[in-house]
């Protein structure tokens, strides 16, 4: 009986995973569905800054203010041409200056968040080769629960920050 009963649990908690699974399936967006951007939430200021020897990464800068009612969260950054995107924060431990990922980012209700140099940044490394400045990139950034706001950033060459 004690088998049987084992067996039973052993198998509903299968179907269960396989049913979570397929619930997670359907909740991803299409990775070519445009974005919503969350109510409230606005960019402005955005801009990247070519990197002053060609290779190297650059970096988006810019500002995000949430007039939402909830304070939304940032998990990830996409960069339109690039091989990868990274939020980081530039912070100071024992005198020395280190460079941190950031795996979530906070915009709480009612402020703004700005990325400026030598604070928090998107660090973009595999910038495609022919980004001159004057262009303009489009930025993506995905909040929790799946909704994402797009802009454009426009490109302006190492030293000409704003």
């Known amino acids: 009986m004690m088998k049987r009963i084992l067996a039973s649990m052993a198998l509903g908690m299968v179907t269960v995973s396989f049913a979570a699974c397929g619930g997670n399936e359907a909740e991803t967006p299409a990775e070519n569905s445009a974005p919503n951007a969350p109510e409230g939430i606005n960019v402005e200021n955005a801009r990247l800054i070519l990197p002053p020897v060609a290779g190297n990464p650059a970096a ?3 500002d995000i203010s949430n007039n939402g ?6 998990r ?3 960069v339109e041409g690039a091989k990868s ?7 100071t431990w024992e005198g020395k200056a280190s460079m941190d990922d950031i795996f979530q980012l906070d915009v709480p209700i009612g402020k703004t968040v700005s990325f400026v140099p ?3 940044h998107v660090m973009v490394m595999g910038l495609a080769e022919d980004t001159k400045p004057g262009d303009k ?4 950034l995905t909040f929790a629960g799946g909704d994402k706001i797009s802009f454009p ?3 302006l060459a190492a030293g000409d920050e704003r």
Request: charge should be positive.
């Open 69 to 74: 009612k909830k304070t939304r969260v940032i």
């Open 76 to 78: 990830s950054v996409f």
């Open 153 to 155: 950033a426009e490109v």
């Open 60 to 62: 988006v800068y810019f």
């Open 137 to 140: 990139i489009e930025v993506t």
């Open 118 to 120: 030598g604070e928090k």
């Open 85 to 91: 995107a990274a939020m980081h924060q530039v912070s």
